[in-house]
């Protein structure tokens, strides 16, 4: 073949032509572009917000895509091309420094976000997000509104539930601690109310429920349990003093039920994710023995022993 | 007008120049960028150092400025040598140069100022890629009018691929970034996460590595003093990588709800992608073979033969990574930026060096001011950037493990932060050898001192 200017220029054309068919045209016109049923259009402020996300690269640490095997990442719902029919550009990310935000809105409340914005080590202590205090307020307003949009009609779904239960939560509060920790109780089911920590006090259980705090619950909660860690001047109701809770009834079944599920409407989130069980129990251990100065550990229930403790075990001997 | 100053080579000289100068520029922000992942609130709260702005101007500066520039610098050098000719026209190419420059200086500034369109390698906004591909036309302009009036009847390899690589860039670059809507420079939905990507592996694949190729295959027999081992193969090697590289770029998108046909070629695509591969390297190593002493005693050589051994291990790699099995592990983490690097500074970026330490003493005339900082920057970069891509590799393999077993991201962030921070140590070995590159060439241009003696 004789390799002339005209040859190469030629080939090049005719071969990129043909890929350019191939691979983008094709594609183009058969991605379906009928949205899925829970796309609804965005608000000008989500839009704003959107710009906002892309503008800053928030794309470079967050995907918004979820794939069949993932877990773990807070969104339930496998992603389906009619999800980004709206999507201009699309934000698909490549990369997770951060969780998957494709179902990101109503897993928290506003006021968690304006914390997380400030500083996100004020809420999620090992993040290693960027502050993002110097966009001001009016820029975070609007990046607050698109991230609670993200699952449309979903996101509509939960932030409705968010903000149903953010009125309760601040009447409760504002009724004073008696009420708002009877009204917290109340919403515990029962059995669990009256379930004990099944596992013993013990310096290993302790020291890894100080680790689980202070990875996951020291933002809010503070060093000390008084609710007076970095966020707390953002969120409303503020983070919970557990230093009032001696002899309210506390037991290892409300901490458990409560730091597994969160507290809807309230900057506590579910860690049932991220946590598994024996850690849960664990933090929660943490928690009453050094905050609220009080512990229901392995109180006699009518339970099966817990197959690891058996009741009679020499490590029940040697704590005695 | 002193800019668009005329004299002989004096357009691929600028090139070299301001690739040595984005390199530096380059690496620190990524420097700077990787703290962001030891420290997140070490450098804080300052707009235009964020890492999310900070990391398309990392990527887009090294791609375009360093690795872009200093090979098609080189081919300003290489296209009159290699047709027998002088350039068209010196200042057509400054000309060029500085659109060229401007255009990804000002693509920089206004990412760092909050304005990107967020698709990986097209971040820059509309004005900036009109300047871009009117950098790209008036190259291609200058290499084709220098070509049509060569001394030279036979077209070498080399000239090939500068021209595929030209025309294949312009057009990647103006589909790619949707240049007719300027507003977004973007279509809708997974379309254009298909386009972006369509465009993001070619500037891989046809910008980056056929320039890279021909740099190789004129250092490679220069330098090692032996004829190209086969026409045949570089003919193969050629039409093949056109074919077979430009169609593969969904496969960084095989994990979204993409049609299941285009999955299938893109990673069909991406294993045939071991044919040109292997058949470029083949024909060098087949060319240099038994003389690997003679390449290695020059600092060109040396860089080559790193650079190509950096595309072997790049390029078995990636067409295993566009499997579905082995993508489960290693998307969406640490794996994928070792990979890059890997691509970027190791393959192209090697070859780009090369083509600086071989050229500049030609054009001037003189030897390099000193040939051992040009080998302590060698072994810099050989050395940071192995350490660089075991460390990010394993972080890769940990977050991806982690993740299928269930482990919430946040969970896996306390695992990452050792190798963070060693990340960024094997980063400042990079970083170090920018500099003293950049030093080197300075006091090879204008500041040699003694001459030493011998040419390098």
Not at chain 2, 399 to 404: A, V
């Amino acid at each position: 073949m004789k390799m002339v200017p005209m040859v190469i220029v030629t080939g090049c054309l005719l071969i990129f032509s043909a890929v350019l068919f191939i691979s983008m045209l094709l594609p183009w016109h058969t991605i379906s572009e009928a949205p899925s049923a829970v796309v609804r259009a965005r608000t000008p402020l989500e839009e704003e917000g959107r710009r906002i996300y892309q503008n800053n690269g928030c794309t470079f640490c967050h995907t918004q895509f979820v794939r069949p095997f993932d877990w773990g990442s807070g969104s339930e719902r496998i992603s389906q091309s009619g999800d980004y029919v709206l999507d201009v550009p699309h934000l698909v990310g490549t990369e997770r420094w951060g969780p998957d935000l494709s179902q990101e809105g109503g897993l928290h409340p506003d006021d968690w976000h304006v914390a997380h914005f400030i500083n996100p080590r004020f809420v999620r202590p090992e993040s290693v997000m960027p502050n993002w205090e110097f966009l001001g307020m009016d820029q975070i307003r609007a990046l607050i509104a698109y991230k609670q949009s993200l699952g449309f009609k979903l996101a509509d779904h939960r932030m409705a539930r968010q903000n149903f239960w953010k009125e309760k939560a601040l009447e409760a509060f504002r009724a004073g601690p008696d009420e708002n920790v009877r009204w917290l109780h109340d919403h515990v089911p029962a059995p669990w109310r009256e379930l004990p920590n099944p596992y013993p006090t013990t310096d290993y259980r302790l020291n890894r429920g100080k680790r689980i705090y202070q990875g996951f619950c020291i933002g809010c909660h503070g060093p000390i349990g008084d609710g007076m860690g970095p966020a707390q001047p953002y969120l409303d109701p503020p983070p919970l003093n557990f230093t009032l809770l001696k002899g309210r009834g506390i037991s290892g079944g409300i901490l458990y039920y409560q730091i597994m599920n969160g507290i809807t409407g309230t900057a506590m989130p579910f860690f049932k994710e991220e946590l598994e069980s024996e850690k849960i129990w664990s933090v929660g251990e943490y928690v009453a023995v050094y905050f609220i100065g009080e512990t229901d550990s392995r109180r006699e229930t009518v339970t099966i022993d817990i197959a690891n403790e058996i009741a009679d075990s020499p490590l029940k001997k040697e704590e005695e | 007008m002193q800019l668009l100053k005329v004299e002989p080579n004096g357009t691929a000289k600028a090139f070299l120049l301001s690739s040595a100068i984005w390199f530096v520029v380059g690496t620190t922000l990524g420097g700077i960028d990787a703290t962001h992942l030891a420290a997140p609130e070490l450098i804080d709260n300052i707009p235009f150092l964020v890492f999310g702005r900070l990391r398309p101007m990392h990527t887009n500066t090294v791609i375009f400025g360093f690795v872009g520039t200093s090979l098609m610098g080189a081919g300003f050098y290489l296209i009159p040598v290699m047709t027998r000719t002088v350039l068209y026209s010196e200042r057509l190419g400054k000309l060029a140069l500085w659109v060229w420059n401007l255009s990804i200086l000002s693509g920089n500034v206004l990412l760092g100022l909050g304005y990107s369109q967020s698709r990986e390698y097209a971040e820059w906004i509309w004005p900036v890629d009109i300047g871009i591909l009117t950098a790209f036309a008036l190259i291609f302009v200058n290499y084709l009018m220098t070509t049509l009036r060569r001394q030279e009847k036979i077209l070498y390899v080399s000239v090939w691929y500068l021209f595929a690589a030209l025309v294949f860039t312009w057009c990647f670059y103006f589909f790619g970034n949707a240049v007719w809507n300027p507003r977004t420079g973007s279509l809708a939905g997974l379309a254009d996460a298909n386009l972006a990507w369509f465009y993001g592996h070619g500037i891989i694949g046809l910008f980056m590595t056929p320039l890279a190729v021909a740099v190789a295959y004129y250092i490679v027999p220069i330098v090692s003093r032996a004829p190209l081992y086969s026409h045949s193969l570089s003919l193969i090697g050629f039409w093949t990588i056109l074919v077979l590289y430009s169609h593969i770029g969904a496969h960084h998108i095989i994990q979204t709800p993409i049609p299941t046909w285009l999955k299938v070629v893109a990673i069909t695509g991406s294993l045939s992608m071991l044919l040109p591969v292997a058949t470029v390297l083949v024909n060098l190593w087949l060319t240099m073979r038994g003389r690997l002493g003679v390449l290695h005693a020059n600092i060109a050589g040396k860089f080559v033969f790193a650079g190509l051994v950096w595309y072997a291990l790049v390029c078995i790699a990636g067409p295993l990574q566009a499997l579905p099995s082995v993508q489960r592990v290693t998307h969406l983490n640490n794996w994928v930026i070792a990979h890059s690097h890997l691509g970027v500074l190791g393959f192209a970026g090697f070859i780009g060096l090369a083509g600086i330490w071989l050229i500049i003493p030609r054009i001037i005339g003189r030897p390099l001011y000193e040939k051992r900082l040009a080998d302590i920057q060698y072994w810099l970069l050989i050395f940071g950037l192995t350490a660089f891509h075991l460390v990010l590799s394993t972080a890769g393999l940990i977050q991806g493990n982690s993740w299928l077993n269930g482990e919430a991201i946040y969970r896996t962030l306390p695992m990452m932060h050792i190798y963070m921070v060693l990340r960024l140590f094997s980063g400042l070995f990079i970083i170090g050898a920018a500099y003293i590159g950049l030093y080197n060439l300075l006091r090879t241009l204008y500041w040699p001192g003694k001459i030493k003696e011998g040419l390098p």
